[in-house]
């Protein structure tokens, strides 16, 4: 073997090593994502509610507490921060939410796809009757997902 070859060789491998650490993340990624989004969007939507009502119970009591040293400021902090405390916990809830679908939309593909193999190598065997069922779970999977997808850039 000269030298080219072993030195592609080598950076072949190194490339598919990288490869696999990436999918393995990926994998790790997924499964949080399918296992905690949901859990992650509902605290959020707490979160979020229970700030704003203190945002706004705290920006309709400013008006009355304002004129009182030391408490007007405490309350026109609890104002701000509410609101503020509101707006992060939205955008943790909506980020989750995505994460979510967008990790239902993929595995709703890869079956598409699983089912698309399996009745091509159904139709192969000569098992026509079999693949055309196949056929039909894949395009049905495919139609899903292409409705995940659309809900995804909404």
């Known amino acids: ?10 950076i072949s491998g190194a490339v598919h090593s ?3 650490k990436v999918k393995s993340v ?16 509902k605290v959020s939507k707490i979160v979020g509610d229970v700030a704003g009502v203190v945002g706004n119970v705290a920006s309709a009591a400013l008006p009355f507490t304002a004129a009182i040293p030391g ?10 921060g509410g609101k503020a405390i509101e707006g992060a916990a939205r955008f ?4 989750a939410g995505t994460a979510r679908k967008a990790e239902a939309a993929l595995t709703s593909g890869e079956q598409a796809y699983k089912h698309g193999k399996s009745a091509i190598d159904q139709i192969r065997h000569g098992h026509l009757i079999k693949g055309f069922k196949e056929g039909q779970a894949a395009v049905k ?10 809900a995804l850039r909404k």
């Not at 990926?26 to 969007?41: L, M, N, S, T, Y």
């Not at 999977?141 to 659309?150: D, F, L, N, V, Y």
């Open 141 to 150: 999977g495919a139609q899903s997902t292409r409705k995940q997808i659309e």
């Open 26 to 41: 990926v994998k790790v990624g997924r499964k949080f994502v399918h296992d905690h989004a949901g859990q992650i969007e």
């Open 92 to 95: 943790v809830q909506k980020g």
């Open 71 to 80: 408490v007007g400021e405490v309350v026109g902090g609890l104002a701000a």
């Open 1 to 10: 073997m000269g030298w080219w070859s072993s030195l592609g060789n080598r």
């Open 18 to 20: 990288i490869g696999n």
